[in-house]
């Protein structure tokens, strides 16, 4: 299959990448994120406040396997949807997985200007960051077909290495 699936630490700019590549591409985009918003009719804090990261985990679960089915869409991924081997599995089935990878000092800087991520509570500085990132690096290592470093790059020219590269 040829979709394209985008995944990375929060902040790394799957959504905007993502938009970008539906521009360029014409290909329909879709965002897990979105996706359980709507599906829960709550924010992303209010879920987790509410009901707590697993249950997270289990409707990311689900939105992610309906995304694996149809071909040529474009789609951010939350960044924790590597933690599960089964998402893993069925993007790697349902098309090219491609890392974006922003240094943690990147990351921190986007990260700071909003609250809309409770997991990085309290965590907004430099070592928390490189921490968190740390322990998931072999996750994405795992995942990934096509790593992407998007420091000091612009939307534009991360979507034209995305599409030189993915070959879909
Ligand atoms: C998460 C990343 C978030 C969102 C949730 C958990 C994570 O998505 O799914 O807050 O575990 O890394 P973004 O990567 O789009 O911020």
Known sequence: MNNIYLIGFMGAGKTA???TLEEITNRSRYDTD?????????????IFEEKGEDYFRKVEREV???LTNQESRIVACGGGVIKSEENVKELKRGGRVVFLYASPETVLERVSRNDRRP???GKKNLSDIKAMMD?????YEKAYDIRIDVDGK????IAKEIMEKVEV
């Open 17 to 19: 990448v993502a938009r």
């Open 34 to 46: 979105d996706l359980i918003v709507e599906r829960e009719g709550k924010s992303i804090s209010e």
């Open 64 to 66: 992610v396997s309906s």
């Open 119 to 121: 997991l990085l509570e």
């Open 135 to 139: 322990e998931r690096m072999s996750l």
């Open 154 to 157: 612009s939307l534009e020219e």
